[in-house]
Nanobody, 125 residues
Framework: QVRLIESGGGLVQAGGSLRLSCEAS??????????WGWFRQTSDKERESVAA????????YYGDFVKGRFTIGRDNAKNTVYLQMTDLSPEDTAVYYC????????????????WGQGTQVTVSS
């Protein structure tokens, strides 16, 4: 069974930084076959795509609201994807989810097979 486990969330002041990590475990999971995405959701909004990275990291995507503040990366040797977030604002407060997809270069939630449990990011003003 494949599990995705996020870490790195927490409380930070506006303008601060956080680094989220997501590690995949499970014998059947070969990181090289999977693209990754980060999504986020608040109680009053639908889940939205934050960033995505392809299998070989040749394709990356960021939501318009990121505006150069976030960087997605992956370490295939560790079955891990990262989201480095800088210059955070209260509007970035949400539960952040990582997800894995076998479909190339997709941002569609329904294309993602495995999901983490989510990690809370809270940005105070």
């Amino acid at each position: 069974q494949v599990r995705l486990i996020e870490s790195g969330g927490g409380l930070v002041q506006a303008g601060g930084s956080l680094r989220l990590s997501c590690e995949a475990s499970g014998r059947a999971f070969n990181n090289l076959n999977w693209g990754w995405g980060w999504f986020r959701q608040t109680s009053d909004k639908e889940r939205e795509s934050v960033a995505a990275i392809s299998r070989n990291a040749g394709f990356t995507y960021y939501g318009d609201f990121v505006k150069g503040r976030f960087t997605i990366g992956r370490d295939n040797a560790k079955n891990t994807v990262y989201l480095q977030m800088t210059d955070l604002s209260p509007e970035d407060t949400a539960v952040y989810y990582c997800a894995a997809t076998s479909i190339l270069n997709t941002l569609r939630e329904s294309d993602y097979t495995y999901w983490g449990q989510g990690t809370q990011v809270t940005v105070s003003s």
